[in-house]
């Protein structure tokens, strides 16, 4: 991991550094990056996604075994929400089903991170809903650098296109994601798009399919680390080197 990392993480002196997660298609892998890029900076991950698929639900958090759901009490109450803390994973700021009905309007979405990141004094990453929304615009707002994972097929990277078009002004970081074995197009294709709108792009993650099939709730970068994971483990330390310069 890189030994910046403690400087970086104490911010510009205002706050913790925000590094947000999104991509305008699902599946490819930006909730696995959130998840790794919080436990590996050591930050509370904040779940802005609602779906069953969720960082919250992989991470082993049932909302149906709870009585609140603290993502939208803080939200109503302009409180700040406790993180779960936990070993061999990031501290998390669980999602609900019922937060795609309560999400803030952008401007106070953003002024909530900022103020939970000052107070929480740690770094903030936050894992987004695919696709557009109020939280997703809130979490854009809020970041310091955004992390946008790209798969190298083709309506991966016409994703990829809307998204580029669309936040071109952003503090977006492309982190080509999932790479088995590119066509020379696609690898051109991502070229052209990344070219076009001037968005830097970071160190590859490769495809391990053993990822996809995994059960534990815990963070694949935790201690111990199995030995087929020591590939990804490098990759992702080279992923928080990649934020931790961003714009260096």
Not at 63 to 82: F, N, V
Not at 160 to 181: A, C, F, R
Not at 203 to 209: L, M, R
Request: proline share 9%; glycine share 8%.
């Amino acid at each position: 991991m890189s030994k910046t990392l403690p400087e970086w993480a104490r911010g510009d002196g205002n706050r913790p550094p925000i590094v947000g997660t999104a991509a305008y298609k699902g599946g490819d892998g930006k909730s696995t990056i959130a998840r790794e890029l919080a436990y590996l900076v050591g930050g509370v991950l904040v779940d802005f996604d609602w779906d069953l698929g969720c960082s919250t639900r992989s991470l082993g958090y049932r909302h149906e075994q709870r009585m609140s759901a603290p993502l939208i009490d803080a939200l109503e109450k302009g409180s700040t929400p406790s993180p779960l803390r936990w070993r061999r994973k990031p501290d998390l700021v669980p999602s609900h089903p019922d937060f795609v009905h309560a999400q803030p309007d952008p401007e106070e979405g953003a002024d909530a991170l900022a103020r939970w990141a000052k107070e929480w004094q740690q770094p903030v990453v936050v894992d987004t809903h695919p696709g557009g929304c109020d939280s997703t615009y809130a979490a854009l707002k809020a970041a310091d650098v955004i992390v946008v994972p790209a798969v190298l097929v083709k309506e991966s990277l016409n994703a990829l296109e809307g998204m580029l078009n669309e936040l071109t002004d952003y503090p977006l970081l492309v982190i080509p994601y999932q790479i088995k074995s590119p066509t020379s197009w696609a690898r051109k294709r991502l070229a052209d798009l990344t070219k076009q709108y001037d968005i830097p792009v970071g160190p590859p993650v490769h495809h391990y399919g053993w990822i996809e099939k995994r059960t534990l709730n815990l963070a694949i970068c935790s201690e111990p680390i199995a030995k087929r994971a020591e590939p990804f483990v490098r990759e992702m330390d080279r992923v928080v080197d990649a934020v931790i310069n961003y714009g260096g």
